[in-house]
């Protein structure tokens, strides 16, 4: 599985961006897509995940109710929509694979197995 994400710019507070990542390869391998976000001094942390067969997701506190994300299976493609973003949400945003069938989301940067190549979102107050 090869994932590429794209999106990434510089927008003021307030604004939004949409994020994409799109998946080729061995898509039949795929149970969950989850975008990540990593700031410097700080840990990879879980922004949402979206499960490849149905429309089960799921979001990290953080982002609740600002961030949505979704899919486009004919285009084997995950959005990640974001509005009302804050400084705080600067990062570079990483999208990754889950290959492992379960009944819950991981939230572990380690649980994913494929990973896409990060894309940088500035937002400035």
């Known amino acids: 599985v090869q994932l590429q994400a794209s999106g990434g710019g510089v927008v003021q507070a307030g604004g939004s961006l949409r994020l994409s990542c799109a998946a080729s390869?061995?898509?039949?391998?795929?149970?969950?897509i989850g975008w990540f976000r990593q700031s410097p001094g700080k840990e990879r942390e879980i922004v949402a995940g979206?499960?490849?067969?149905?429309?089960?997701?799921d979001y990290g506190d953080s982002v609740k109710g600002r961030f949505t994300i979704s899919k486009d299976k004919a285009r084997n493609t995950v959005y990640l929509q974001m509005d009302n973003l804050k400084p705080e949400d600067t990062a570079v945003y990483y999208c990754?694979?889950?290959?492992?069938?379960?009944?819950?989301?991981?939230?572990?940067?380690?649980?994913?197995?494929?990973w896409g190549q990060g894309t940088l979102v500035t937002v400035s107050s």
């Open positions: 390869g061995r898509t039949s391998d795929i149970y969950t």
């Open positions: 979206i499960k490849w067969r149905n429309d089960n997701t």
């Open positions: 990754a694979a889950d290959r492992v069938r379960r009944m819950y989301f991981a939230r572990l940067s380690s649980s994913y197995d494929y």
